[in-house]
């Protein structure tokens, strides 16, 4: 099919684009945004009411932490059920710390309270620092960004919560259709935190170190290479920026060698060189693809976009930009019959 570039709106809630205009929109916070469920017997199953009723008669704290990442975003149930987890088990004080950010955004308070309950953890300096560089307190920010390098681990919790939310699918007795619909929604919206609070941070340490001076521009590359060997270690689709995040840190001590005529200017771009090549190039774009850990990623959201594909009322609302491309008169027939 020959496709022709659209005149239509591609708004879509679920784009990346979206999130980025809602998180532009307030730089003080990275406020996760409503995405539908696209099937109503998930709807109800996870409405507030229904999840604030089956937290009330379990006792697990497993549970309890399921029904949490179930509920929608901003919705007060998922504090609610929060605190229900944390006083059976009280050692999950720091994951759903992490769960609430994680589902609902990062602000001053909801990073405080992570800090606080989970110091040593650099998430939440690493999103402090994010959100004090956007507050435009450059010196703050750096000195966050400081004590999330001293930091052991960036710890997101995700085999905790994904037991979890297991268990909360089989406790509403989700099957079929339905789990797969409920597990795929709840997981493309947790990986909406990685793409929105995480994904900009070494672009952030990068603006800093512009203008800088040259002891600090040193200190940042430095601080760089700590947040590629953190991300690495979450989960696999982290480890894209945490590769973009080592290339920057190389790239930058290329230039600080330029200027200082040192001779480890060569090995630096050369780093530089071979990781581009390593992103690019070498095992290739298509046969990166088409391994299951380069997959694996993009499938749950996938799977949650196709039940709006599947019924025609939420295709229209969800107003997918598949759906919404303008083609050639001879392709509109095999194009509505693929539909």
Same mark, same amino acid.
């Given at each position: 099919?020959?496709?022709?570039?659209?005149?239509?709106?591609?708004?879509?809630?679920?784009?990346?684009?979206?999130?980025?205009?809602?998180?532009?929109?307030?730089?003080?916070?990275?406020?996760?945004?409503?995405?539908?469920?696209?099937?109503?017997?998930?709807?109800?199953?996870?409405?507030?009411?229904?999840?604030?009723?089956?937290?009330?008669?379990?006792?697990?704290?497993?549970?309890?932490?399921?029904?949490?990442?179930?509920?929608?975003?901003?919705?007060?149930?998922?504090?609610?059920?929060?605190?229900?987890?944390?006083?059976?088990?009280?050692?999950?004080?720091?994951?759903?710390?992490?769960?609430?950010?994680?589902?609902?955004?990062?602000?001053?308070?909801?990073?405080?309270?992570?800090?606080?309950?989970?110091?040593?953890?650099?998430?939440?300096?690493?999103?402090?620092?994010?959100?004090?560089?956007?507050?435009?307190?450059?010196?703050?920010?750096?000195?966050?960004?400081?004590?999330?390098?001293?930091?052991?681990?960036?710890?997101?919790?995700?085999?905790?919560?994904?037991?979890?939310?297991?268990?909360?699918?089989?406790?509403?007795?989700?099957?079929?259709?339905?789990?797969?619909?409920?597990?795929?929604?709840?997981?493309?919206?947790?990986?909406?935190?990685?793409?929105?609070?995480?994904?900009?941070?070494?672009?952030?340490?990068?603006?800093?170190?512009?203008?800088?001076?040259?002891?600090?521009?040193?200190?940042?590359?430095?601080?760089?290479?700590?947040?590629?060997?953190?991300?690495?270690?979450?989960?696999?689709?982290? $480890?894209?920026? %945490?590769?973009?995040?080592?290339? !920057?840190?190389?790239?930058?001590?290329?230039?600080? @060698? &330029?200027? =200082?005529? *040192?001779?480890?200017?060569?090995?630096?771009?050369?780093?530089?060189?071979?990781?581009?090549?390593?992103?690019?190039?070498?095992?290739?774009?298509?046969?990166?693809?088409?391994?299951?850990?380069?997959?694996?990623?993009?499938?749950?959201?996938?799977?949650?976009?196709?039940?709006?594909?599947?019924?025609?009322?939420? $295709?229209?609302? %969800?107003?997918?930009?598949?759906? !919404?491309?303008?083609?050639?008169?001879?392709?509109? @027939? &095999?194009? =509505?019959? *693929?539909?």
């Amino acid at each position: 099919m020959k496709h022709r570039p659209s005149s239509r709106s591609k708004f879509a809630l679920f784009t990346l684009a979206a999130a980025f205009a809602i998180t532009a929109s307030n730089s003080h916070a990275q406020k996760m945004f409503l995405l539908p469920t696209f099937r109503e017997s998930v709807d109800k199953a996870v409405s507030a009411e229904n999840l604030e009723t089956v937290a009330s008669e379990t006792t697990d704290p497993q549970v309890l932490l399921g029904l949490a990442f179930l509920a929608q975003a901003g919705s007060p149930v998922r504090q609610e059920i929060s605190e229900m987890a944390v006083n059976a088990s009280p050692e999950y004080a720091p994951i759903v710390a992490v769960l609430a950010i994680a589902m609902d955004g990062s602000d001053e308070k909801s990073v405080e309270e992570l800090i606080k309950r989970d110091p040593d953890n650099a998430l939440g300096y690493y999103l402090q620092a994010n959100l004090l560089y956007h507050s435009g307190k450059a010196e703050e920010s750096l000195a966050a960004f400081k004590r999330a390098a001293a930091c052991p681990e960036l710890r997101l919790y995700e085999s905790i919560t994904g037991e979890g939310l297991f268990k909360a699918l089989d406790t509403l007795k989700f099957t079929g259709p339905d789990r797969l619909c409920a597990s795929s929604w709840v997981w493309t919206r947790r990986s909406n935190f990685n793409l929105i609070c995480l994904q900009p941070l070494p672009g952030t340490l990068l603006d800093l170190a512009r203008g800088a001076d040259l002891e600090t521009r040193k200190e940042i590359s430095d601080l760089l290479l700590v947040l590629g060997g953190h991300l690495f270690t979450t989960n696999f689709e982290n $480890r894209t920026f %945490a590769q973009r995040a080592v290339q !920057s840190a190389f790239r930058l001590k290329a230039e600080i @060698a &330029a200027v =200082e005529k *040192s001779p480890t200017m060569n090995g630096y771009v050369a780093v530089v060189q071979a990781l581009v090549s390593t992103m690019v190039s070498w095992p290739g774009i298509e046969q990166r693809k088409q391994t299951p850990l380069e997959l694996a990623r993009f499938v749950p959201g996938r799977i949650w976009r196709a039940f709006a594909v599947v019924d025609p009322s939420k $295709r229209n609302a %969800a107003n997918l930009v598949e759906m !919404s491309v303008n083609l050639a008169d001879s392709d509109k @027939a &095999a194009f =509505e019959q *693929s539909k």
